[in-house]
């Protein structure tokens, strides 16, 4: 699988990083992180309760929070195709006071952050597989979602019905789908990592 190495950052914390959010309405409602250190595993999830600027941006001050609570130049970000730091440079842009862009671009700089589908899957790797997307990849390395139909569009309409109806199961479902992305993200970077190593 591996065709070429790749350097992958020796840390004491690893991130594995997937928002969720409605592009049509320019809107993140969820930033998770399955985080991994001596301590073990965690999943933390930054989510917006409403479809408000206050609660997106009170969910963005969270997660800026825990990241600067990092050790700074100990940890290292892992995610998937360019869909978060493009999102995050334009969230910077519309709440400028919680973050600057110099911060934004630190986080996603290539020292400690990982595009493991650009940098990784698409440069160094070959698959017998049709597509190279997140589910494509850990589905074929035997992840299994929790949720029969997994889907960032299924995610968009669970976020609008728990709107109407404050079912905190629907919030639930989304959490735990966002969950299985940033695990998704682990099992792909270890299995990599073990034929870098191999």
């Excluded at 195709?81 to 910077?92: A, C, I, V």
């Excluded at 949720?147 to 735990?176: C, H, M, V």
């Amino acid at each position: 699988v591996m065709t070429t190495r790749f350097p992958f950052p020796t840390v004491s914390h690893e991130l594995f990083f997937d928002i969720e959010d409605d592009p049509t309405q320019g809107f993140v409602y969820l930033h998770g992180v399955y985080e991994r250190s001596q301590k073990g595993e965690n999943f933390i999830s930054f989510v917006a309760k409403d479809n408000t600027p206050e609660a997106e941006k009170s969910a963005w001050v969270e997660f800026w929070s825990f990241i600067r609570s990092l050790p700074k130049d100990d940890f290292s970000l892992y995610y998937y195709s360019h869909h978060e730091s493009t999102t995050y440079k334009r969230m910077q842009e519309k709440y400028s006071d919680v973050t600057t862009a110099k911060e934004v671009e630190w986080l996603f700089d290539k020292s400690h952050s990982v595009d493991l589908y650009y940098d990784v899957i698409l440069k160094c790797t070959e698959w017998p597989l049709y597509s190279y997307s997140l589910k494509e990849i850990a589905q074929y390395l035997k992840f299994k979602w929790r949720d029969e139909t997994p889907s960032g569009a299924l995610s968009i309409q669970w976020f609008n019905e728990y709107l109407k109806d404050k079912d905190p199961a629907k919030l639930q479902r989304i959490i735990e789908y966002n969950e299985d992305d940033c695990k998704a993200t682990m099992i792909i970077k270890d299995y990599l990592a073990h034929y870098n190593n191999a």
